[in-house]
């Protein structure tokens, strides 16, 4: 589920099965990244975070990927359950006028049971 | 507690009257954002402030909307003559230092009839 356009795409699983959510950043001086899981009524909580100068970072069940040639992230979410299913965004820390966070345009995850 | 705390935590307003909108980062934190979220739609940037620098307002969508940051705490996002397609929810986050996660508030879901 890349982001492109207005509205949010989608991204249908199984519980059980493993989950990648891809992310397209804008800025290839951008040296910080953020996945951030936002779940119905609620602002945006951290998920896990990578910096440049690594191309893979894992946590709890997550792992997220950094090809900084094509500028593209993934998110990978091992054996997804339904406490999973949320809006994921992305987030560069972009370099360029002011340093300020820009976040993508997210992807909604939906895991059924 | 310790978060972002943003109020009111919904406004519903007639059209052409103004709001405040009003957030309380974390304790010390010296970067404050603010982004609009639109119904199933991605984070849209607003404004920036960084300690004693000047805010980046390039995401202000108009003349209309402003915002100040008093003392380098609170936060005040104001919309003059509110329009229908000012419905959003406003999110606040702030973070301590450059590379490192923001935390988000709850939100304000603003209305406007």
């Known amino acids: 589920g890349e982001s492109v356009g207005l509205h949010l795409p989608t991204l249908s699983v199984q519980e059980g099965d493993n989950s990648i959510i891809n992310c397209a950043y804008s800025?290839?001086?951008?040296?910080?990244f953020i996945w951030y899981k936002q779940e119905s009524g609620k602002g945006p909580q951290f998920i896990i975070d990578?910096?440049?100068?690594?191309d893979k970072r894992q946590g709890q069940r997550v792992t997220v990927l950094l090809n900084k040639t094509v500028k593209h992230l993934s998110l990978q979410i091992a054996a997804t359950q339904p406490g999973d299913s949320a809006v994921y965004f992305c987030?560069?820390?972009?370099?360029?006028?002011?340093?300020?966070?820009?976040f993508g345009k997210g992807t909604k995850l939906t895991v059924n049971p | 507690g310790a978060g972002v705390s943003q109020s009111p935590s919904n406004k519903v307003t007639e059209k052409g009257k103004d709001v405040e909108l009003r957030c309380d980062p974390i304790?010390?934190?010296?970067?404050l954002y603010w982004y609009r979220q639109s119904l199933g739609q991605g984070l849209e940037f607003l404004i920036y402030?960084?300690?004693?620098?000047?805010?980046?307002k390039s995401g202000l969508p108009s003349d209309r909307f402003s915002a100040e940051r008093t003392g380098g705490s609170v936060s005040t996002l104001t919309i003059q003559r509110t329009q229908q397609e000012d419905s959003a929810v406003y999110l606040c986050?702030?973070?301590?230092?450059?590379?490192?996660?923001?935390?988000f508030g709850q939100g304000t879901r603003l209305t406007v009839v």
């Open positions: 987030a560069e820390n972009y370099q360029g006028g002011s340093e300020k966070l820009v």
């Open positions: 986050a702030s973070n301590g230092q450059m590379n490192t996660e923001a935390f």
């Open positions: 402030f960084q300690g004693n620098s000047a805010p980046d």
């Open positions: 990578i910096r440049s100068n690594m």
């Open positions: 800025n290839s001086a951008s040296d910080y």
């Open positions: 304790s010390g934190h010296t970067a």
